[in-house]
């Protein structure tokens, strides 16, 4: 059974920084891709940020610049460092892992960004 735990949300004035990191336990194939999405209110769930297991990196054009993803293969992680925060980035971030091999989402459970002043 696999299981992510996030960690990092909070309150934020516009222009400040926030960073988020997610672990992940259990058995899971290495072939995967580890990444963030988000979903605010009334809106669908929406890809951030996403890392494969050999480094490659993608992110939604909205967060370019300002955000970062990383992961550490030993340790199971993944962080998102978010820069320059707007209030357009208040959503419920959730971690995900894609296993590539079964094919199979696992999510976190989600924590909360407010971007406000």
């Known amino acids: 059974q696999v299981q992510l735990v996030e960690s990092g949300g909070g309150l934020v004035q516009p222009g400040g920084s926030l960073s988020l990191s997610c672990t992940a336990s259990?058995?899971?194939?290495?072939?995967?891709?580890m990444g963030w999405y988000r979903q605010a209110p009334g809106k669908q769930r929406e890809l951030v940020a996403v890392?494969?297991?050999?480094?490659?990196?993608n992110y939604a054009d909205s967060v370019k610049g300002r955000f970062t993803i990383s992961r550490d293969n030993a340790k199971k992680t993944v962080n998102l460092q978010m820069n320059n925060l707007k209030p357009e980035d208040t959503a419920v971030y959730y971690c995900?892992?894609?296993?590539?091999?079964?094919?199979?989402?696992?999510w976190g459970q989600g924590t909360q960004v407010v971007v406000s002043s």
């Open positions: 890392t494969t297991n050999d480094g490659t990196t």
């Open positions: 995900n892992l894609h296993d590539r091999v079964v094919r199979y989402d696992y």
């Open positions: 259990g058995t899971f194939f290495r072939l995967n891709a």
